[in-house]
Structure formats: C-alpha cells, structure tokens
C-alpha cells in the first residue's frame, strides 16, 4: 500500500533535451481540412511600442496596437506562420524610427518569410499623437491627443502607405446664424420705434443683454477623418504638418487650457467660419490637393448636431472618385 506521503509527492515529468529534438508543426505540414485560398490571414490589436519622431528631432517610443496579415495564396495549406510575422515586426519597429521605408522592409520580411505562401502583405499600426497647442489669447497651452492610423501594403512591386488621422473642431450651423439674425432683427423693430431717434448708449446696452439677444446659433463638436496615400520617401511621416493643414483650413480645431479671453476667441473664430458639413469637407479638400506630398486622399467631414440626434456628413476625394488603398481596408474584418 502506498503511504500518505507518496500519493500527495507532485508527479515530475522531465521532457527531452530540446536540442536536436523534432517539434510538430501543424500549420506547415498538415493539409487544409477544406482546400480553399484566403483574402487575408494574420493578427490584431498586437501590443507594441513604435520610434516616432515627433515634433522636435528627438526619437521617443510611443505605444501602439498593430495589425500585420498576409494573404494565403496556396489552397492546399492549413495556414500561415504567425510567429514570423510578429517576430519581423519586433525586429523593426521596436529598433527603427517609423518611416515609410522602415513599413516597406517589415512587409518585404512578411513576404520573404512566406515566399510559398503568400503574395500580398498588409500592416497597420495604431496609436495617438500628442501635440501641444498654444491657446488662441492668453498665454497658456495645452496637449492635443490626435488618434492616427498607418497603414502600408505591398503586392508584387506595388507599395501604399496612407496616413489617416482625426481632427476635432467645432462647427456653427450657417442656417441656424441666420434664423437667430432675423429673431433679434425682429427685437430690435420691437424695443426701438423708428420714429424716435435711437440713442447711442441704449442701443449698446440692448445689444449686450439676453433681451436684445433672444437667439444664438446651434453648434456643435464635429470630427474630420483624413486618410492621405503618401509619396515614397525616407523621411519621418508628416503627421503634424497634416493636422495642421486641416486645422488652419478649419479655423475652429477645440482648444485645450481655455480662460475667458480664449473663449471669447474662440466665439469670435466660430462666428467667422459658420460652416456646414459641406463647406468644411470642401475647405480640407482644397488644401489636401495643393500639398505635393499627398498622391491621393480622402475626407469625412461629420458635425455631431446639437439640434438632432443624427450627424451631418460629407465625403471627399481625389476628383470625386475612389480611394483605391481603401479596397484592402475594406476587406479585412
């Protein structure tokens, strides 16, 4: 009989030397269950620090989520080699600034690693762009997070990069400025006859209170999705140069630290720049043309209405066509 002791000793398993020891590999030797060849095979939300070159010359590490898929040409295997692809994605972009040639020797090393396989590979990477702004009087400044989105592929001898980032702004409905302008016209023909002469000092004090002013215009938070395909270069990626491009187009990007001066600032720009979703499409459109940079591009221009539940949307592209790097975004999940 065995003693109390020998039952409850832990059961020790000592494995074979890993040198020199043959491991299965399923993926590479078993066939498909079901032949078929596959759009696209790969993984997401993978975790990773990038080098980024921000605003000053220095290279700092920012976190990141990553997307790397190849697709899976030959029909009559089970799958790919995953590990590979993460493997080629530590190697560069945790020892390498983020550039467009850094994107194109990580896709090559997708390829080269599935030379049998594969044909096509895609990379995305994820992460948010800190920038500060000053505030627009006073002299205090704030950070800006700008949540951006690279995305390279490469077929055959075809390479794309696109850059895609989010701008927050604000957006003041022209419509509504109008309707409030007839309503305090109409104030006005109500509170002072024209018959009487106007005094100077009533009619200041009029136009600075809630009597005189019985209506304001609705506006609202809005977003501006930009997606550029990228001209071939070994430079850093123009992230700020972008958003600044849409911001100056705007003149009404949110503000970060904000006193009474600023808000009265920022009033000011809205009154200036009532626009509608259409008119801010268009003012993005038009400086995404005119930079040499950009090959192609496309713009999404959505006001968050305060005046409805739904949002007002405009679309933009390179001569009111597709977006042709959009097609393999489209495809995946």
């Not at 899976?72 to 080629?88: F, N, Q």
């Given at each position: 009989m065995s003693s109390l002791s020998s039952l409850s000793s832990p059961i020790v398993i000592s494995p074979e030397p890993a040198v020199g020891r043959a491991m299965p590999d399923v993926a590479s030797e078993a066939q498909a269950i079901r032949a078929g060849a596959l759009a696209w095979v790969g993984m997401e939300e993978i975790e990773m620090p990038v080098m980024f070159a921000g605003d000053s010359s220095?290279?700092?590490?920012?976190?990141?989520?990553?997307?790397?898929?190849?697709?899976?040409?030959?029909?009559?295997?089970?799958?790919?080699?995953?590990?590979?692809?993460?493997?080629?994605?530590?190697?560069?972009?945790?020892?390498?600034?983020?550039?467009?040639?850094?994107?194109?020797?990580?896709?090559?090393?997708?390829?080269a690693t599935h030379a049998e396989l594969s044909s096509r590979a895609l990379l995305r990477v994820r992460f948010n762009h800190l920038v500060r702004r000053a505030a627009l009087a006073s002299d205090h400044s704030g950070w800006r997070s700008y949540p951006v989105e690279i995305t390279a592929r490469m077929h055959d001898a075809e390479f794309d990069v696109e850059l895609a980032v989010d701008v927050q702004y604000s957006s003041t409905c022209p419509a509504s400025a109008a309707l409030a302008r007839q309503l305090i016209q109409e104030r006005f023909v109500a509170d002072f006859t024209a018959s009487a002469p106007l005094d100077h000092a009533a009619v200041v004090a009029w136009l600075g209170s809630t009597q005189g002013i019985v209506a304001t215009p609705h506006s609202q938070r809005s977003t501006a999705k930009v997606r550029v395909k990228l001209a071939p270069s070994d430079g850093d990626f123009p992230i700020t140069d972008i958003i600044d491009l849409v911001e100056r187009a705007l003149q009404t990007p949110v503000q970060t630290a904000v006193k009474r001066e600023d808000e009265q600032a920022f009033a000011l720009a809205n009154g200036q720049n009532l626009m509608f979703c259409e008119d801010a499409a268009r003012r993005i459109e038009a400086v995404l043309a005119g930079d040499r940079r950009i090959v192609d591009y496309w713009v999404r221009a959505a006001h968050h209405e305060s005046l409805h539940p739904h949002d007002a949307v405009a679309i933009a592209s390179k001569n009111a066509g597709g977006y042709r790097l959009l097609d393999d975004r489209d495809a995946l999940p």
């Open positions: 220095a290279v700092h590490r920012v976190s990141s989520k990553i997307a790397a898929f190849v697709n899976l040409d030959r029909d009559d295997r089970r799958g790919i080699h995953m590990s590979r692809l993460y493997l080629a994605l530590d190697r560069h972009l945790t020892s390498e600034p983020l550039t467009c040639a850094t994107l194109g020797r990580v896709l090559h090393d997708f390829l």
